[in-house]
Protein backbone atom coordinates (compact mmCIF):
# COMPACT_ATOMS: atom_id res chain seq x y z
CA UNK A 1 0.00 0.00 0.00
CA UNK A 2 1.77 3.21 -1.07
CA UNK A 3 1.88 5.98 1.91
CA UNK A 4 2.03 9.16 -0.02
CA UNK A 5 -1.43 9.79 1.03
CA UNK A 6 -3.62 8.44 4.15
CA UNK A 7 -6.24 5.86 4.55
CA UNK A 8 -9.17 8.49 4.62
CA UNK A 9 -12.25 7.08 6.43
CA UNK A 10 -15.62 9.77 5.74
CA UNK A 11 -18.09 9.32 8.28
CA UNK A 12 -17.59 9.99 11.84
CA UNK A 13 -20.00 7.65 13.36
CA UNK A 14 -20.62 4.23 14.49
CA UNK A 15 -19.40 2.50 11.72
CA UNK A 16 -16.69 5.13 10.93
CA UNK A 17 -14.75 5.06 14.31
CA UNK A 18 -15.29 1.20 14.39
CA UNK A 19 -13.72 0.72 10.96
CA UNK A 20 -10.63 2.77 11.86
CA UNK A 21 -10.15 0.48 15.29
CA UNK A 22 -10.60 -2.40 13.07
CA UNK A 23 -7.53 -0.98 10.60
CA UNK A 24 -5.32 -0.46 13.83
CA UNK A 25 -6.57 -4.08 15.64
CA UNK A 26 -5.28 -5.47 11.62
CA UNK A 27 -2.26 -3.75 11.66
CA UNK A 28 -2.19 -0.63 9.52
CA UNK A 29 0.16 1.62 11.47
CA UNK A 30 0.03 4.43 8.23
CA UNK A 31 -1.56 7.94 8.38
CA UNK A 32 -5.23 7.51 8.95
CA UNK A 33 -7.84 10.52 8.95
CA UNK A 34 -11.39 10.23 9.77
CA UNK A 35 -13.62 12.92 8.23
CA UNK A 36 -16.83 14.30 9.96
CA UNK A 37 -19.79 16.59 9.15
CA UNK A 38 -20.86 16.90 12.55
CA UNK A 39 -18.70 19.10 15.85
CA UNK A 40 -18.65 16.08 17.69
CA UNK A 41 -16.29 13.60 18.18
CA UNK A 42 -18.13 9.80 17.41
CA UNK A 43 -21.16 8.89 19.24
CA UNK A 44 -23.37 6.50 20.24
CA UNK A 45 -27.00 7.27 18.28
CA UNK A 46 -29.40 4.70 20.28
CA UNK A 47 -29.52 6.14 23.23
CA UNK A 48 -30.54 9.34 21.79
CA UNK A 49 -34.37 8.39 21.54
CA UNK A 50 -34.17 6.65 24.92
CA UNK A 51 -31.64 7.47 27.53
CA UNK A 52 -30.15 10.85 26.50
CA UNK A 53 -33.67 12.06 25.63
CA UNK A 54 -35.40 11.56 29.08
CA UNK A 55 -32.21 13.10 30.30
CA UNK A 56 -30.67 10.27 32.15
CA UNK A 57 -27.59 10.06 30.09
CA UNK A 58 -25.38 13.19 29.06
CA UNK A 59 -22.23 11.44 27.59
CA UNK A 60 -22.75 9.04 24.41
CA UNK A 61 -19.07 9.73 23.28
CA UNK A 62 -17.92 6.09 21.67
CA UNK A 63 -14.34 7.64 22.12
CA UNK A 64 -12.52 7.16 25.35
CA UNK A 65 -10.24 9.67 26.64
CA UNK A 66 -7.19 9.94 24.28
CA UNK A 67 -8.83 7.93 21.73
CA UNK A 68 -7.11 10.00 19.12
CA UNK A 69 -3.66 9.17 20.60
CA UNK A 70 -3.79 6.01 21.43
CA UNK A 71 -4.95 4.81 17.51
CA UNK A 72 -3.47 7.68 15.95
CA UNK A 73 -6.26 9.20 14.49
CA UNK A 74 -6.28 12.56 12.81
CA UNK A 75 -10.35 13.55 13.19
CA UNK A 76 -11.81 16.20 10.93
CA UNK A 77 -14.76 17.45 12.61
CA UNK A 78 -17.35 19.74 11.06
CA UNK A 79 -15.86 19.02 7.86
CA UNK A 80 -18.46 18.15 5.40
CA UNK A 81 -17.01 15.52 1.97
CA UNK A 82 -19.20 17.31 -0.78
CA UNK A 83 -17.50 15.74 -3.65
CA UNK A 84 -15.39 12.24 -5.00
CA UNK A 85 -12.72 12.56 -8.14
CA UNK A 86 -12.06 8.81 -7.48
CA UNK A 87 -9.63 9.20 -11.13
CA UNK A 88 -7.31 11.32 -8.45
CA UNK A 89 -8.03 9.62 -5.59
CA UNK A 90 -9.13 13.03 -4.31
CA UNK A 91 -12.36 13.62 -1.46
CA UNK A 92 -13.46 17.01 -2.13
CA UNK A 93 -14.33 18.97 1.44
CA UNK A 94 -16.19 21.93 0.25
CA UNK A 95 -13.19 24.47 -0.77
CA UNK A 96 -10.55 22.18 -0.36
CA UNK A 97 -9.34 18.36 -0.66
CA UNK A 98 -7.95 15.63 0.69
CA UNK A 99 -6.20 12.81 -1.40
CA UNK A 100 -6.31 9.33 -0.27
CA UNK A 101 -4.85 5.69 -0.95
CA UNK A 102 -7.88 4.07 0.48
CA UNK A 103 -11.50 5.24 0.99
CA UNK A 104 -13.77 4.27 3.22
CA UNK A 105 -17.19 5.82 3.39
CA UNK A 106 -19.36 5.63 6.58
CA UNK A 107 -21.73 8.62 6.07
CA UNK A 108 -24.64 6.81 6.99
CA UNK A 109 -28.36 8.50 6.47
CA UNK A 110 -30.24 11.23 6.52
CA UNK A 111 -33.88 11.53 8.22
CA UNK A 112 -36.26 12.96 5.97
CA UNK A 113 -38.81 15.48 7.13
CA UNK A 114 -42.67 16.22 6.71
CA UNK A 115 -43.02 18.03 3.66
CA UNK A 116 -43.45 22.03 4.69
CA UNK A 117 -42.53 21.38 8.39
CA UNK A 118 -38.91 23.39 7.65
CA UNK A 119 -42.09 26.36 8.33
CA UNK A 120 -42.95 25.91 11.81
CA UNK A 121 -41.19 25.75 15.02
CA UNK A 122 -41.58 23.14 17.23
CA UNK A 123 -41.21 20.53 14.76
CA UNK A 124 -38.24 18.07 14.31
CA UNK A 125 -36.51 15.20 13.38
CA UNK A 126 -34.26 13.24 15.62
CA UNK A 127 -30.56 11.54 14.03
CA UNK A 128 -27.76 13.69 15.26
CA UNK A 129 -27.01 14.80 18.89
CA UNK A 130 -27.83 18.27 18.31
CA UNK A 131 -31.40 16.72 17.03
CA UNK A 132 -31.88 14.90 20.48
CA UNK A 133 -30.83 18.02 22.37
CA UNK A 134 -32.87 20.13 20.69
CA UNK A 135 -35.93 18.02 21.27
CA UNK A 136 -34.87 17.11 24.37
CA UNK A 137 -35.27 20.96 25.83
CA UNK A 138 -38.91 20.70 24.29
CA UNK A 139 -40.41 17.79 26.22
CA UNK A 140 -42.34 18.21 29.47
CA UNK A 141 -45.41 17.24 31.40
CA UNK A 142 -48.89 18.88 29.91
CA UNK A 143 -47.03 18.95 26.12
CA UNK A 144 -48.89 17.48 23.27
CA UNK A 145 -46.44 15.63 20.57
CA UNK A 146 -47.61 14.20 17.75
CA UNK A 147 -45.05 11.23 16.31
CA UNK A 148 -45.72 10.78 12.47
CA UNK A 149 -43.87 7.25 11.73
CA UNK A 150 -44.07 4.25 13.90
CA UNK A 151 -40.68 2.74 13.43
CA UNK A 152 -38.29 1.90 15.92
CA UNK A 153 -37.15 5.36 15.96
CA UNK A 154 -40.92 6.71 16.35
CA UNK A 155 -42.00 3.87 18.80
CA UNK A 156 -38.82 5.06 20.90
CA UNK A 157 -39.16 8.80 20.82
CA UNK A 158 -42.60 8.32 21.84
CA UNK A 159 -42.12 5.94 25.03
CA UNK A 160 -39.50 8.30 26.21
CA UNK A 161 -42.01 10.84 25.94
CA UNK A 162 -44.72 9.28 27.31
CA UNK A 163 -42.83 8.61 30.85
CA UNK A 164 -41.79 12.05 30.73
CA UNK A 165 -45.50 12.86 31.23
CA UNK A 166 -45.94 14.23 27.54
CA UNK A 167 -49.21 13.22 25.70
CA UNK A 168 -48.04 11.77 22.80
CA UNK A 169 -49.92 10.64 19.49
CA UNK A 170 -48.13 8.23 16.86
CA UNK A 171 -49.64 8.77 13.36
CA UNK A 172 -48.77 5.55 11.48
CA UNK A 173 -50.28 4.85 7.61
CA UNK A 174 -49.96 0.93 7.99
CA UNK A 175 -51.78 -1.23 10.21
CA UNK A 176 -49.91 -1.41 13.00
CA UNK A 177 -46.60 -0.34 14.31
CA UNK A 178 -43.08 -1.54 12.87
CA UNK A 179 -45.17 -3.03 10.40
CA UNK A 180 -42.16 -3.10 7.73
CA UNK A 181 -39.97 -4.51 9.88
CA UNK A 182 -41.69 -7.00 11.71
CA UNK A 183 -44.85 -7.73 10.26
CA UNK A 184 -48.63 -6.82 10.75
CA UNK A 185 -49.00 -9.71 13.66
CA UNK A 186 -45.89 -8.76 16.10
CA UNK A 187 -46.55 -4.95 15.10
CA UNK A 188 -50.02 -5.31 16.70
CA UNK A 189 -48.14 -6.78 19.84
CA UNK A 190 -46.21 -3.42 19.84
CA UNK A 191 -49.29 -1.64 19.38
CA UNK A 192 -50.75 -2.82 22.35
CA UNK A 193 -47.60 -1.98 24.80
CA UNK A 194 -48.45 1.85 23.61
CA UNK A 195 -52.13 1.89 23.97
CA UNK A 196 -51.36 0.38 27.46
CA UNK A 197 -48.77 2.98 28.36
CA UNK A 198 -51.66 5.91 27.01
CA UNK A 199 -50.39 7.00 23.55
CA UNK A 200 -53.25 7.37 20.90
CA UNK A 201 -52.13 5.10 18.38
CA UNK A 202 -53.96 5.85 14.99
CA UNK A 203 -52.67 3.54 12.09
CA UNK A 204 -54.04 3.70 8.88
CA UNK A 205 -53.32 7.28 8.48
CA UNK A 206 -51.18 9.60 6.76
CA UNK A 207 -50.41 13.34 7.64
CA UNK A 208 -52.17 15.77 5.13
CA UNK A 209 -50.50 18.80 6.62
CA UNK A 210 -49.13 21.21 9.71
CA UNK A 211 -51.10 24.42 9.87
CA UNK A 212 -49.80 27.12 12.77
CA UNK A 213 -48.33 30.42 12.84
CA UNK A 214 -44.50 31.27 13.63
CA UNK A 215 -44.92 27.62 16.04
CA UNK A 216 -46.50 25.01 14.46
CA UNK A 217 -50.33 24.35 16.43
CA UNK A 218 -52.30 21.29 14.18
CA UNK A 219 -51.23 18.38 12.38
CA UNK A 220 -54.23 17.31 9.95
CA UNK A 221 -54.65 13.58 8.55
CA UNK A 222 -55.72 12.83 5.39
CA UNK A 223 -58.81 11.00 6.91
CA UNK A 224 -59.88 14.38 7.89
CA UNK A 225 -58.91 14.75 11.56
CA UNK A 226 -57.32 17.34 13.44
CA UNK A 227 -54.71 16.74 16.34
CA UNK A 228 -53.60 19.90 18.33
CA UNK A 229 -49.39 19.66 18.71
CA UNK A 230 -46.61 21.32 20.26
CA UNK A 231 -44.49 19.50 19.07
CA UNK A 232 -44.11 17.20 15.72
CA UNK A 233 -41.59 14.72 15.48
CA UNK A 234 -41.19 13.48 11.84
CA UNK A 235 -39.78 10.09 12.17
CA UNK A 236 -40.72 9.03 8.39
CA UNK A 237 -37.60 7.47 7.67
CA UNK A 238 -34.17 7.61 6.35
CA UNK A 239 -32.32 7.55 3.11
CA UNK A 240 -28.64 6.97 2.49
CA UNK A 241 -26.32 9.93 2.48
CA UNK A 242 -25.09 9.40 -0.61
CA UNK A 243 -25.90 13.28 -2.26
CA UNK A 244 -22.72 13.99 -2.60
CA UNK A 245 -21.52 11.06 -4.47
CA UNK A 246 -23.59 12.12 -7.63
CA UNK A 247 -21.46 12.28 -10.34
CA UNK A 248 -18.71 10.26 -8.91
CA UNK A 249 -18.81 7.20 -10.72
CA UNK A 250 -18.89 5.39 -8.07
CA UNK A 251 -22.29 2.76 -8.33
CA UNK A 252 -25.07 3.90 -6.32
CA UNK A 253 -28.45 2.29 -6.02
CA UNK A 254 -30.33 2.05 -2.42
CA UNK A 255 -27.03 2.97 -0.93
CA UNK A 256 -23.58 2.44 -2.21
CA UNK A 257 -23.46 -0.67 -3.89
CA UNK A 258 -20.83 -3.12 -2.33
CA UNK A 259 -19.49 -6.68 -2.50
CA UNK A 260 -19.89 -9.42 0.34
CA UNK A 261 -16.69 -7.46 2.17
CA UNK A 262 -17.83 -3.77 1.47
CA UNK A 263 -15.40 -3.11 -1.87
CA UNK A 264 -17.35 -0.68 -4.15
CA UNK A 265 -17.21 -0.07 -7.54
CA UNK A 266 -14.15 1.64 -7.07
CA UNK A 267 -11.20 -0.93 -6.15
CA UNK A 268 -9.71 1.94 -3.62
CA UNK A 269 -13.20 2.41 -2.04
CA UNK A 270 -15.20 0.73 0.24
CA UNK A 271 -18.54 1.54 2.61
CA UNK A 272 -19.77 0.37 5.57
CA UNK A 273 -22.87 0.82 7.71
CA UNK A 274 -26.33 2.15 6.89
CA UNK A 275 -25.02 3.78 3.47
CA UNK A 276 -23.69 0.65 2.38
CA UNK A 277 -25.39 -1.75 0.49
CA UNK A 278 -23.77 -5.30 0.98
CA UNK A 279 -24.22 -8.24 -1.34
CA UNK A 280 -26.24 -10.73 0.79
CA UNK A 281 -25.87 -14.23 -0.90
CA UNK A 282 -28.91 -15.30 1.08
CA UNK A 283 -31.16 -12.72 -0.90
CA UNK A 284 -29.20 -12.52 -3.86
CA UNK A 285 -28.75 -9.08 -3.90
CA UNK A 286 -27.33 -6.12 -1.98
CA UNK A 287 -28.86 -5.38 1.22
CA UNK A 288 -28.60 -2.67 4.05
CA UNK A 289 -29.27 -3.51 7.15
CA UNK A 290 -29.60 0.03 9.56
CA UNK A 291 -28.89 -1.57 12.98
CA UNK A 292 -25.91 -1.48 15.25
CA UNK A 293 -24.31 -4.64 15.36
CA UNK A 294 -23.89 -5.18 11.52
CA UNK A 295 -21.87 -2.13 11.37
CA UNK A 296 -19.10 -3.44 13.79
CA UNK A 297 -19.23 -6.59 11.51
CA UNK A 298 -18.55 -4.93 8.37
CA UNK A 299 -16.28 -2.82 9.72
CA UNK A 300 -13.67 -5.20 11.08
CA UNK A 301 -14.46 -7.41 7.71
CA UNK A 302 -13.93 -4.39 5.21
CA UNK A 303 -10.89 -3.13 7.02
CA UNK A 304 -9.53 -6.53 6.84
CA UNK A 305 -10.06 -6.67 3.20
CA UNK A 306 -8.65 -3.20 2.67
CA UNK A 307 -5.50 -4.26 4.24
CA UNK A 308 -5.57 -7.29 1.75
CA UNK A 309 -5.61 -10.19 4.41
CA UNK A 310 -7.19 -13.49 3.48
CA UNK A 311 -11.01 -13.87 4.51
CA UNK A 312 -11.41 -14.02 8.64
CA UNK A 313 -15.01 -12.41 9.49
CA UNK A 314 -17.91 -13.87 9.15
CA UNK A 315 -20.93 -12.31 9.47
CA UNK A 316 -23.34 -13.44 12.37
CA UNK A 317 -26.88 -13.42 12.07
CA UNK A 318 -29.12 -9.94 12.44
CA UNK A 319 -29.67 -9.21 15.51
CA UNK A 320 -31.37 -5.69 16.81
CA UNK A 321 -33.27 -4.58 19.50
CA UNK A 322 -35.61 -1.86 21.27
CA UNK A 323 -36.34 -0.16 24.47
CA UNK A 324 -39.54 0.81 24.63
CA UNK A 325 -42.65 1.11 27.66
CA UNK A 326 -39.94 -0.77 29.87
CA UNK A 327 -39.95 -3.59 27.69
CA UNK A 328 -36.79 -4.63 25.82
CA UNK A 329 -37.60 -5.55 22.14
CA UNK A 330 -34.87 -7.87 20.74
CA UNK A 331 -35.04 -9.54 16.72
CA UNK A 332 -32.87 -12.19 16.14
CA UNK A 333 -32.23 -13.56 12.08
CA UNK A 334 -33.74 -12.80 8.84
CA UNK A 335 -37.41 -11.57 8.53
CA UNK A 336 -39.30 -11.06 5.05
CA UNK A 337 -42.89 -9.91 4.80
CA UNK A 338 -44.03 -13.55 3.42
CA UNK A 339 -42.67 -15.61 6.12
CA UNK A 340 -45.17 -17.47 8.24
CA UNK A 341 -45.00 -15.76 11.94
CA UNK A 342 -46.19 -17.86 15.07
CA UNK A 343 -47.09 -16.42 18.67
CA UNK A 344 -45.58 -18.72 21.24
CA UNK A 345 -45.53 -16.56 24.10
CA UNK A 346 -47.68 -13.56 25.05
CA UNK A 347 -49.07 -12.83 28.59
CA UNK A 348 -50.55 -9.67 27.50
CA UNK A 349 -47.30 -7.69 28.10
CA UNK A 350 -44.31 -10.21 27.07
CA UNK A 351 -44.60 -12.25 24.18
CA UNK A 352 -42.35 -14.29 21.69
CA UNK A 353 -43.13 -14.62 17.96
CA UNK A 354 -41.53 -17.60 15.76
CA UNK A 355 -40.74 -16.21 11.94
CA UNK A 356 -40.38 -19.26 9.40
CA UNK A 357 -40.08 -20.02 5.83
CA UNK A 358 -41.16 -23.42 4.19
CA UNK A 359 -41.39 -24.91 8.00
CA UNK A 360 -38.17 -23.75 8.93
CA UNK A 361 -37.11 -21.03 11.77
CA UNK A 362 -35.64 -18.22 10.09
CA UNK A 363 -35.81 -15.58 13.23
CA UNK A 364 -37.25 -14.70 16.67
CA UNK A 365 -38.52 -11.79 18.05
CA UNK A 366 -39.11 -11.32 21.48
CA UNK A 367 -40.33 -8.49 23.83
CA UNK A 368 -39.28 -8.99 27.69
CA UNK A 369 -37.50 -12.28 27.02
CA UNK A 370 -34.02 -11.96 26.53
CA UNK A 371 -33.16 -15.88 27.66
CA UNK A 372 -35.46 -17.21 25.10
CA UNK A 373 -34.49 -14.52 22.23
CA UNK A 374 -30.91 -15.78 22.64
CA UNK A 375 -31.74 -19.02 23.09
CA UNK A 376 -33.36 -19.44 20.33
CA UNK A 377 -29.82 -18.57 18.21
CA UNK A 378 -28.92 -22.78 17.57
CA UNK A 379 -32.70 -22.74 15.90
CA UNK A 380 -32.18 -20.49 13.41
CA UNK A 381 -28.85 -21.50 12.42
CA UNK A 382 -29.52 -25.14 12.13
CA UNK A 383 -32.49 -24.27 10.23
CA UNK A 384 -34.94 -25.97 12.77
CA UNK A 385 -38.50 -26.95 11.97
CA UNK A 386 -40.95 -24.74 13.33
CA UNK A 387 -42.08 -27.24 15.63
CA UNK A 388 -39.25 -27.32 17.12
CA UNK A 389 -39.29 -24.14 19.15
Not at 166 to 188: K, M
Not at 246 to 256: P, Q
Request: aromatic share 4%; charged share 25%.
Amino acid sequence: MSEKNPVVVVGAGLGGIRTAEALRSAGYTGRLVVVGAEPHLPYDRPPLSKEYLRGDRDNVSLCGDGVAEVHNLEFRTATQATGLDLAGRRLVLGDSDLGYDRLVIATGLVPRSLPGSEKFAGTHVLRTLDDAAALRAELGAGRRMVVVGAGFIGCEIAATAVGLGVEVTIVEPQPTPLCAALGQTVGALVGRLHLDAGVDLRCGVGVAGLDGGARVKTVRLDDGTEIEADLVVSAIGSVPAVAWLSGSGLELADGIVCDERGRTSDPHVWAVGDVAAWYDQAHGRAVRREHWTPVTEQAVIAAGDLLGQPPSSQRGLAYFWSDQHGVKLQALGDFRPDDDVRIVHDDGRRFMAVYARSGRISGVVGGGMPAKVIGARSLIERAAGIDEI
